[in-house]
Every structure is written in structure tokens, then in C-alpha cells.
């Protein structure tokens, strides 16, 4: 594993206060139910930092502002459908084939995507008018880099795609899926994320050139890494949605189907991490030696960026390793890093929850 030369939270919380308060009453359109709470609110604003470090790694220095604020909505938007799509009331889980709910989910997406790539509403949808506002700025960062703009919204459409492919495998019995399938929807799921997100720096014209497709599996690979770090620590509440196909959830079955099955009949959180950890579930969820360098060193041109898909790495597997449920200690030598960062997280958490972001996150929708 690399250690992380940088304590990014300074830079997270700077980058989330800003674009959340700059941007509070388009999101509070989008999301008029507020299904996406405060706190996940302010750290998608805080991630349009991955297309602002992009962007930096790429020689621009006239339109950085420009490039967060595109990215905070890019992820705020996917938030704001995934609170939908992952919901068990939504995709119905067994109730549904994956026919049914991949077309389902991809039905639910189509205006947001649709309006990103016209910059028109798709419909009189907030989600759809945050869309299209976005599919506008893209257009506006771009200039005439059309090439660059068609391989963003390629790679955007990529993630929608995505999307409904993976809420109709994490939705279905581990019965029904090879392990192989989970292993691919889990490495995309991320990788498409982190990859959209970022490429949002090479759209101006002062950014050197686009990413590559080496980048490309760059991002993916590290996708890999951090999803299933994000798997573990949400392993109670994706069952609770009905993603019961979750990686760790597949490798368990594949382990011992009886345990599995209980899990999914129980839901009780503590059982769950225990046979997690019992069955070293979370172990197999870690990378091996020298794989996170390897993933750095496939995105080395871009500057500090794997240094801060790094951190997001760590951050995660940290949130599972200090879950209520979690036993594991740091005599664990798979974990035991996450644990020597814990003062840098801990401090990142303290920070945001100071900050006042109910004030910050407050607006009189049409005020």
C-alpha cells in the first residue's frame, strides 16, 4: 500500500463549503424531498475537487472555478438518482427479473442523461433542469474542443448505463450471479464515477490534452479498490435496499450460502459483521500488496489526483474499520494502516461536522 504525502480534508472542506453554498437553490430544485441529506450533499460538492486536481495536472489556471462547480453538480446529480434507483421500494428487488429492473432503472435515468447531453429539460423535472444547467456549462468549459466534450459525455452516458446495469445485479440472489458478474459491476460502478468526474479538467482549452485510455483503466482499476471499501462499510444498510449482491455479500455466499441466507433473512448488523469478519470477507475486500501503487502509477501523469483517490480509498475502508460493528483491531495487518490514518480522518469528520451545513444546505425553494 502507498502512504498519502497529503491530508486532503483541508482542501475537501474549502471545496464542499464553497460549491455547496453556491449552488444550494439549484439543489434544492433537484432534490425538493431532500432525499440526499446534509452531510452526503456537502462531500459531493467537496468531490468536484478530483476535476479541479485534474485540471491542474493538465497545465490549466484560467477556469478551475468552473471545473468544481461542474463537477459538484455532475455528483450531486448522480446522488440525487441514486437515492431513488438503490431504494428497494424502487427497484422491488426478487419481485423484478433483471430485465425488468435494468429497463426500469435505465427508464428513471434517461431524462437526466438526456438533458445533460442536449443541455435542454428533458422534462419539467428539477433533476432534469439541474441536468440540462450542467449539459450547458460542459458546453460553455469546452469552447470548441468538441473531440473533448464528446469523450466527457461519452464517458458520462457510460456511467448512466452502468447504473442500471448494477442496480439489477446488486438487487438479484447471489443464486442468480457468478461471482464474476459482481466483480465487474463492482469495478465499474466506482471507476465510471471517479472517471466522469475527473475528466471534467481536461475540457478547457488550457487543460494540455484529454485523458487516455490507459487513464481510463487507470480510474477503473482504482474503482475496483474503493468500491469494495464502500461495499464493507455499507454492508447493513444495502441490505436494508435490497442490494443484497453486494461484493462481500457474493463472496459470502460463495463461502457458505447458510450464513449468507441468514443475513439477508435477519438484517441485524451485528450478525452481519461478524460473519464478515469471521469469514475474513472484509480481508478479501482489501488490496493486495503493491496493487494501489500500481493504480497510482497508472495515473501518474495526473498529478496529485491518485494521491486523492488514495485518501478517498482510505477514508472509506476507515468508515468500515470504526463501524459501531466492526471488531477488527489494528492488530489486523490488512487494516492496520487505515488505523495509523485515523487522526486524519478523524480530524476531516470533526471539521465537517462543525461546520454548519444546515445553514449552509437551508433555502426557501423559488426564494
Known amino acids: 500500500m502507498i502512504q498519502s504525502p497529503r491530508l486532503w480534508h483541508n482542501e475537501l472542506i474549502e471545496s464542499g463549503s464553497h460549491f455547496l453554498r453556491e449552488l444550494r437553490s439549484v439543489i434544492a430544485l433537484a432534490d425538493p424531498q431532500s432525499l440526499v441529506k446534509a452531510k452526503p450533499k456537502f462531500l459531493c460538492c467537496a468531490l468536484g475537487l478530483l476535476g479541479q486536481v485534474t485540471y491542474d495536472a493538465l497545465g490549466g489556471t484560467e477556469r478551475r472555478d468552473e471545473v468544481g462547480r461542474a463537477g459538484a453538480q455532475l455528483s450531486i446529480l448522480t446522488k440525487i438518482d441514486d437515492q431513488v434507483i438503490d431504494d428497494l421500494t424502487f427497484h422491488k428487488g426478487s419481485a423484478l427479473s ?14 437526466t442523461l438526456q438533458s445533460i447531453k442536449t443541455g435542454i429539460p428533458a422534462n419539467e423535472e428539477g433533476r432534469s ?7 450547458q456549462e460542459l458546453k460553455v468549459l469546452a469552447g470548441g474542443q468538441h473531440s473533448r466534450l464528446n469523450q466527457v459525455i461519452d464517458w458520462i452516458e457510460d456511467g448512466w448505463t452502468i447504473q442500471t446495469q448494477a442496480v439489477a445485479t446488486l438487487s438479484r440472489h447471489s443464486a442468480e450471479l457468478s461471482l464474476e458478474a459482481v466483480e465487474k459491476v463492482t469495478r465499474d460502478i466506482s471507476g465510471a464515477w471517479l472517471l466522469m468526474i475527473s475528466a471534467l479538467g481536461s475540457l478547457p482549452q488550457d487543460a494540455g490534452r484529454s485523458l487516455t485510455a490507459a487513464e481510463r483503466e487507470g480510474f477503473y482499476n482504482f474503482g475496483w479498490h474503493i468500491q469494495r471499501a464502500d461495499a464493507l462499510a455499507d454492508m447493513a444498510k444495502d441490505l436494508t435496499d435490497g442490494l443484497i449482491s453486494s461484493y462481500p455479500d457474493r463472496l459470502l455466499y460463495s463461502i457458505d450460502n447458510g450464513q449468507y441466507e441468514r ?8 450478525f452481519i459483521y461478524q460473519v464478515c469478519q469471521a469469514r475474513e470477507i472484509d480481508k478479501m475486500c482489501m488490496p493486495r500488496a503493491g496493487e494501489l501503487t500500481q493504480c497510482a502509477e497508472q495515473l501518474s501523469a495526473l498529478g496529485a489526483l491518485p494521491d486523492l483517490l488514495n ?5 472509506l475502508t476507515w468508515r468500515y474499520i470504526v463501524h459501531p460493528q466492526s471488531r477488527r483491531s489494528e492488530d489486523s495487518v490488512e487494516f492496520k494502516e487505515y488505523f495509523a490514518r485515523s487522526r486524519q480522518y478523524r480530524s476531516y469528520v470533526a471539521q465537517v461536522s462543525q461546520l454548519e451545513l444546515n445553514r449552509l444546505d437551508s433555502i426557501v425553494v423559488g426564494q
Do not use: M, S
Open 129 to 135: 433542469v439541474l441536468g440540462a444547467r450542467l449539459g
Open 311 to 315: 485518501w478517498i480509498h482510505g477514508f
Open 98 to 111: 433483471f430485465e425488468e429492473a435494468r429497463e426500469k432503472t435505465k427508464d428513471y435515468l434517461a431524462p
Open 263 to 270: 443475513c439477508i433473512q435477519e438484517q441485524d448488523p451485528k
